[in-house]
């Protein structure tokens, strides 16, 4: 019931028309596993800095998220400034990025982590994700997240990634930037055919659509009045995906669906506030009270 994840732990500034925040603990990895963790244990594969302070270390470990992959090596945490616009909310205009540390060091597991049968490979460049995935022993399901960056960049190391990958999770410009194709449906069956057996299309505010071999269906998204902060809404997602998948132990289209649903309850929460202000404190109660309202509009 574990689950290894690689990605970022960074700082972010952002400015959304809902105000300005600083120095916001964040990253795909954090993103991830503050819904990932809800479920199963979280094992945090990411490089920071030596001016990550104890206090957000310490946050990690109430959260129960085991931190031994951490590395702290000498120089800056990774740190991003980026800035949303009232009329799209679904994309960032990044302002300033500053890699520090996770230039020049990879993240590094203890023999035992190695041997952790769930993985989930953050947005990364492509050749670090492989590179790390190679050190896991017979992971029996992995999933991978990219972006249009190493799309654009590094298509072939990306391909080479697919080829060892169960699940890939995209938004809907990156299937299509990927695939070649405009309608997501075909742009999936491309994706599919590239290795991974499921293919999760996340569209925003318009849900998300999954298709595999055996089935292909959508998920509305939750209806959120006001999206304070859509920063790691993507991660957040993938990770109550995952970690739930983790939990079940078996895919099926039952277990499928349900994963998708939790994927969904928790990053709408994450988008009503900055940062993990919502996410890092959220209860059980809160996630079924949700979960409970959401079931409600698949009933007609």
């Not at 990879?106 to 994700?129: C, H, R, S």
């Not at 849900?207 to 998920?219: E, R």
């Not at 669906?257 to 996410?279: D, H, M, P």
Request: glycine share 8%; net charge positive.
């Amino acid at each position: 019931m574990s689950i290894v994840v690689l990605g970022t732990v960074a700082y972010d500034s952002i400015k959304t028309p809902w105000g300005t925040r600083k120095d916001l603990l964040g990253g795909s990895a954090a993103h991830f596993s503050m819904s990932a963790s809800a479920f199963t244990k979280v094992h945090l594969a990411a490089v920071i800095g030596k001016d990550f302070p104890n206090k957000d270390l310490n946050f990690f470990k109430k959260k129960g998220i085991n931190a031994q992959a951490l590395l702290k090596k000498e120089g800056k945490t990774f740190r991003w400034q980026g800035e949303y616009k009232a009329d799209d909310l679904n994309s960032a205009c990044t302002l300033h990025t500053e890699l520090g540390v996770i230039i020049t060091h990879m993240p590094e597991l203890t023999e035992a982590q190695k041997n952790i049968k769930t993985v989930f490979l953050g947005n990364y460049d492509p050749d670090l994700q492989y590179k790390f995935l190679k050190t896991m022993r017979k992971p029996e399901l992995v999933a991978m997240d990219s972006m249009n960056l190493w799309i654009h960049t590094k298509l072939k190391s990306v391909k080479r990634l697919l080829k060892c990958t169960d699940i890939l999770f995209v938004n809907d410009q990156e299937a299509r930037d990927l695939s070649g194709e405009s309608n997501l449906v075909k742009a999936a069956k491309c994706l599919k055919s590239y290795g991974p057996k499921i293919i999760v299309l996340k569209k925003g505010e318009h849900g998300v659509l999954l298709y595999s071999s055996k089935s292909i269906f959508t998920h509305p998204a939750y209806p959120i009045e006001k999206v304070v902060d859509p920063t790691g809404a993507g991660d957040t997602f993938a990770g109550g995906v995952m970690g739930y998948l983790a939990k079940a132990k078996r895919i099926n289209e039952g277990v499928l669906k349900k994963a998708l649903a939790y994927g969904t309850i928790f990053s709408s929460y994450n988008v009503e506030g900055f940062g993990l202000k919502r996410t890092g404190a959220l209860t059980k109660k809160d996630v079924q009270k949700r979960m409970k309202e959401y079931k409600g509009f698949f009933q007609f």
